[in-house]
């Protein structure tokens, strides 16, 4: 499994954007890039994934660098529900049976009204 | 409601006691991964099931095991229990068999505590 490394803890304001890197060095070619965050008292939620594209959908933007040896997952407008802690984890595709998701320690994102 | 149910959503027992936890996963999806959640130890992967087999398994104790039912839902089962035990259990689940990439949904959890 692919080593990440994310920061500990970062703070945004309300209606401001946010980005959330990542490096993720030791990634290969198949793997793709998800991001999952977790709200307090809740199960993970996925956010947004990617392979070498940028990538965009409702709830975010995903930027990934041409070497793909990091990311960035982008909150345009943060809300105070967007506070989680953001997992950002390579996966690899097989085909059958699918990839077990490995989850680090994550960026703890607190957004101050 | 993320169309993943876990039952019981909260269980208080004692040590060495034994208690099985439920999931169903969501309509469709053939995978179903067990994970952990202490508040020392983060989301730790269990054990994962593909269609009724098991596929990968993680830091899973011998005190613990699983199955996949022909329904799909999945139980995991926790015997010999120590204070230790007490955590978060989650449940995901995924269509998997496919080479395109889904997300996983995740349950609301069970929250176990051995007293």
């Known amino acids: 499994d692919a080593k990440t490394t994310q920061p500990n803890s970062m703070e945004s304001n309300e209606e401001e954007p946010v980005h959330l890197p990542c490096n993720h060095s030791?990634?290969?070619?198949?793997?793709?890039i998800h991001w999952y965050r977790q709200l307090p008292s809740q199960g993970p939620e996925y956010v947004i994934h990617?392979?070498?594209s940028n990538v965009n959908n409702r709830m975010a933007s995903l930027a990934i660098a041409e070497d793909r040896k990091s990311s960035t997952l982008i909150l345009h407008r943060a809300t105070l529900r967007d506070a989680a802690v953001y997992y950002c984890?390579?996966?690899?595709?097989?085909?059958?049976?699918?990839?077990?998701?490995?989850f680090g320690q994550g960026t703890r994102l607190t957004i101050n009204p | 409601d993320s169309g993943v149910t876990q039952t019981p959503k909260h269980l208080i027992t004692a040590t060495g006691q034994r208690v099985t936890l439920r999931c169903s996963p969501r309509?469709?999806?053939?995978?179903v991964y067990w994970y952990q959640q202490s508040l020392d130890q983060g989301l730790q992967f269990l054990i994962q099931?593909?269609?009724?087999?098991?596929?990968a398994k993680g830091n899973i104790l011998e005190r613990f095991s699983a199955q996949q039912f022909p329904d799909l839902h999945s139980e995991l089962n926790l015997s010999s229990l120590e204070l230790g035990d007490s955590a978060l259990y989650f449940c995901?689940?995924?269509?998997?068999?496919?080479?395109?990439?889904?997300?996983?949904?995740f349950g609301s959890g069970t929250r176990l505590t051995v007293v």
């Open positions: 099931y593909y269609n009724g087999e098991e596929r």
């Open positions: 309509s469709g999806d053939l995978s």
């Open positions: 030791t990634i290969s070619g198949t793997d793709y």
């Open positions: 990617g392979l070498t």
């Open positions: 984890i390579p996966k690899r595709c097989i085909i059958q049976g699918a990839q077990k998701l490995v």
């Open positions: 995901a689940s995924s269509v998997g068999g496919a080479k395109r990439q889904y997300g996983y949904t």
